[in-house]
């Protein structure tokens, strides 16, 4: 036959190969290949899990120290004070309510009292998206309340709206209830962790 193909000596140049030293080859770049890549993972699952513990750890620390001195039950007798205040003030018909007495609230907070979540704000990816879209949610309210307080914001000058300090009230209680949703979804994830073993 025209064209015929003999296959005998590609068969025997296999027979002749040495499979054993070419499958010892593959096995040895694979591993090669393999073992820093798994490396890579789990410090790269190591270093999530660290960064979330840390921004968690933060949130849990505002709130305690938010509690601790007081600033939300502060800032509700000085909003009951004004109220007060202007409610005596309409019931006497001749004073005027521009006269009321201002209230004060200051407190000093540094710019950088979210140290973590400043060095970690890039490695929110690490996160679920809705960990990382409350945790920028709790830093941009309490951002906003520190420039309130802090001199030179609206409580620190003093105000006689009662409303001025309802918004940062507002703000604090708003805080205060994202922060216990994200500690306390990590209080149970390390719960079922330690159940399960891992």
Known sequence: MVGDIDWAPLVLSFAAVNWTAVLTGLVSAGAAVSGPLLLWKRQTKREAATVRASLLAE???????IEIRGYLTALREQEAALIARRASA??????????????????????D?????????TKLGVLSAE?????????????????DVIPGGVLAVGSDNPEAFREVILLLETILEIGKDLV?????????ERRSGG
Not at 59 to 65: C, F, G, K, N, T
Not at 131 to 147: G, K, N, P, T, Y
Not at 184 to 192: A, M, P, V
């Open 184 to 192: 306390g979804k990590e209080t149970n994830r390390s719960d079922q």
């Open 131 to 147: 960990e990382a879209r409350q945790i920028v949610r709790f830093h941009q309210f309490a951002d906003s309340v520190r420039l």
């Open 113 to 121: 009292f979210n140290r973590v979540y400043q060095a970690n704000v």
């Open 90 to 111: 309409n019931s006497e018909s001749e004073n005027d309510e521009s006269d009321l007495e201002e209230e004060f609230f200051q407190a000093n907070i540094d710019g």
């Open 59 to 65: 949130v849990d620390a505002l709130m305690e120290i």
